[in-house]
């Protein structure tokens, strides 16, 4: 394989067609790469060094546009408005929900406030107590917990603080009694991953480089270990490719350790990659009074064990899809794993197995057919499975935090219906709303409607395609709608209450894909739309968006696709393969370059999802996934705002900007190609002001393109 990069004097491209426009002059360069004998032109290369003083200018250039042009359409912030006055409605959230030596601790988002704070109870009914607030952390900075992990004896809380949607952490400690941080500040860090038996010393993610923006951020990780009171800088490497370079931990495999409480006799430490089968190792906690430790293999990646595993006395569990495309739970003996003869205690079912959790007895284990979830409990004494009776139908989480009881928490949501949290007794089967529910109803919302379809493919297989609209719309084609999707790593999207569904009540359409590549129908389904099968994926939103057309809610002029992160791939090349079948589009945070995300510092660890151009046949895969390089001159594209987050450590903003500076140059529709860029954001943030404003934004550059009229500039 041979790689060439070439620069040269830059050559200005303004296209005179799109004056009305004023586009930013965008330079092109004369940069190609050859793989296996074909040759690649990337002529914007040069966006990618976000560094670069030019390349600031363009994207700030491009912000100002776009910027200027969402404000004057009314609609936007009139939908921020009606959002902020939702979510005023909405009960607290909570998050990270953990029970330690009496103490509750946990995450609450108050409705109506920005971000969350940290707050613990004495008992599950205790009184309520405000141990952090992430506002008094740094003046002028909107702080974020990103994680919260209470000691053993609840005396402390790591948290992982984080601002500007980085997500890249500094890890804190605080002390519950004296409500104060201890001194020790580690940066930058993934977060903490657990404590150790003594409440003193704490595992936790370390790096190499200082540099969040650093192409080697995400490389030779490793996990150490921190004792309170000491010096960062003589914190212990336990597990990395550097301490143990027998286990053949790569650069680009992130290792984690930890201690599970309920079995504290050993570590686990798992090299991960975006990959789903696990790789996991583990050591007798003994092993760390030496000096180097000695790790031995619990499961290999072509044991395809996936989506968690657990102990229990001398058994280890976990999913497995070998021979069960849509999963099925298996043992083995802990001290001799022998995966190949692995026993099965809960067998294949009908639907999907999402997960697993584990209580003192139990493994309850989420089934989803896509829409429905149910839930069966698997006694860990007896070997006996049975169906639980759930009090509401909809997306079931479970969660256990007190691994010395049974006492267990469900949320169960849909669409249209608001999130109920219950506490379950997995020794009675019995639910009760819990203490952290509080149900809510909100004006409007009983006017929607959700229905479940499947939208035939373009190879027979039928895809399913989830519709939210008001009742009694007409189905003549005079609708908006907003069809959106995503289709990777096997994820499912399941339904998910969200008060941004309140378009819907406009009168637009919502509609949510499921194509393959995600995990909706099991493991052949997420393979289907995976590497080279990877076409699929798009080609089956097309489908959806075709259906949508035949059945009379939308039209090509008044349909609109989004796609997010790796739903970038998605919708980069279903406008690219259909531009005729949309009306607009939005790439958000979206891989639309994927032939050039390895070279960005969250590449690598995605190379198993997508592949790599080192290997002729997923080079090929990658660049059909490539929306920048299937732009073609002279063909009329939708109109299109691609949106970076200018802090993202996940997709770095120059692959929407790429995507956009091709449009640009390339559309003879004289339809608006704009590139949005949010500099007080990343990938996401939990920020409500700052996420609100930049959904409104793309929900009305949508609607402005397909014709709604609350949402028509004013001129």
């Known amino acids: 394989m041979k790689r060439f990069l070439f620069f040269v004097l830059p050559v200005l491209a303004v296209m ?18 050859t793989y296996f004998g074909k040759t690649y032109n990337d002529p914007y290369r040069w966006l990618e060094n976000l560094k670069d003083t030019d390349v600031d200018a363009w994207f700030k250039a491009q912000a100002e546009l776009t910027d200027g042009l969402l404000a004057k359409i009314p609609g936007r912030d009139a939908l921020v408005q009606e959002w902020l006055a939702l979510d005023k409605l909405k009960p607290a959230e909570y998050s990270g929900i953990r029970y330690e030596h009496g103490r509750v601790f946990y995450k609450k988002t108050l409705g109506g406030e920005n971000v969350g704070k940290l707050y613990c109870r004495q008992g599950w009914n205790g009184t309520e107590k405000l141990l952090f607030d992430p506002a008094t952390y740094k003046t002028g900075v909107t702080t974020t917990i990103q994680s919260i992990v209470p000691s053993w004896d609840g005396k402390y809380v790591a948290m992982g603080l984080s601002s500007g949607g980085a997500e890249w952490s500094e890890i804190r400690v605080l002390d519950v009694e004296r409500g104060t941080l201890l001194p020790e500040s580690i940066y930058p860090s993934y977060g903490p991953h657990g404590w150790m038996r003594d409440n003193k010393s704490l595992f936790y993610d370390a790096g190499k480089v200082a540099d969040i923006k650093s192409l080697e951020i995400e490389l030779n990780r490793k996990t150490k270990v921190h004792r309170l009171g000491t010096e960062a800088s003589t914190d212990v490497d336990i597990f990395s490719n550097e301490s143990n370079p027998e286990l053949g931990i790569t650069a680009k495999e992130i290792p984690g350790a930890s201690v599970d409480e309920s079995y504290p006799d050993y570590m686990v430490g798992s090299a991960e990659t975006v990959q789903s089968e696990l790789r996991i190792f583990y050591a007798p906690i003994s092993e760390l009074k030496h000096t180097k430790i000695k790790w031995d293999v619990l499961c290999k990646r072509p044991d395809n064990l996936v989506r968690g595993f657990a102990f229990y006395r001398d058994h280890v569990y976990a999913v497995t899809h070998t021979g ?17 003869h692995a026993e099965t205690v809960v067998p294949e079912g009908a639907d999907t197995i999402r997960y697993f959790t584990k209580s003192k007895h139990y493994l309850l284990i989420v089934y989803s057919n896509g829409v429905v979830c149910r839930l069966v409990k698997y006694d860990l004494t007896t070997g006996k499975t049975a169906e639980i009776k759930l009090p509401a139908s909809g997306t079931v989480n479970v969660s256990c935090p007190d691994w010395k009881t049974d006492r267990c928490l469900v949320s169960i949501t849909s669409w249209i219906s608001p999130l109920t949290i219950y506490d379950f007794d997995a020794q009675k089967d019995t639910f009760a709303k819990s203490i952290f529910n509080a149900d809510v109803s909100y004006p409007g919302f009983e006017n929607l409607v959700s229905e479940e379809v499947e939208a035939p493919g373009h190879d027979g297989t039928l895809i399913p395609l989830s ?12 609708n908006c709608c907003i069809l959106t999707g995503y289709g990777a790593y096997g994820s499912s999207a399941t339904p998910n209450f969200s008060i941004r569904n309140s378009v819907a009540l406009r009168g637009v359409v919502l509609a949510i894909a499921h194509p393959r590549g995600g995990g909706e129908k099991g493991e052949a389904w997420y393979k289907a739309g995976y590497k080279t099968t990877k076409p699929n994926t798009w080609k089956d939103f097309i489908s959806c968006a075709e259906y949508l057309v035949k059945k009379g809610y939308t039209s090509p002029q008044k349909l609109a696709g989004t796609g997010t992160s790796a739903g970038g791939i998605l919708i980069s090349r279903a406008i690219t393969e259909r531009p005729d079948l949309f009306a607009a589009a939005v790439c958000n945070v979206g891989c639309a370059n994927a032939m050039r995300l390895e070279f960005s510092p969250n590449g690598p660890v995605n190379t198993p999802e997508f592949g790599t151009v ?25 109109a299109v705002m691609g949106v970076g987050g200018w802090n993202d450590p ?5 692959e929407p900007g790429k995507f956009v500076a091709a449009l640009q140059a390339a559309t003879a529709s004289g339809n608006p190609i704009l590139m949005k860029v949010n500099y007080d954001n990343g990938h996401f943030t939990e920020e409500k002001n700052v996420t609100f404003k930049n959904f409104a934004g793309q929900s009305a550059f949508l609607l402005w393109q397909t014709g709604h009229k609350d949402f028509q500039p004013v001129k």
């Open 650 to 654: 996940r997709v770095t903003a120059w």
């Open 614 to 638: 080192k290997d002729p046949v997923e080079c090929q895969a990658l660049f059909e996934m490539d929306g920048v390089q299937h732009v073609q001159n002279g063909v009329k594209y939708p």
């Open 16 to 33: 005179p067609c799109h004056a009305q426009w004023n586009y930013p002059p965008t330079k092109t360069v004369d940069a190609s790469d």
């Open 324 to 340: 069960a495309p849509k999963y099925k739970v298996v043992r083995t003996d802990v001290k001799h794993p022998d995966w190949e």
């Open 467 to 478: 519709i939210i609209y008001k009742k009694g719309i007409p189905l003549d084609g005079s």
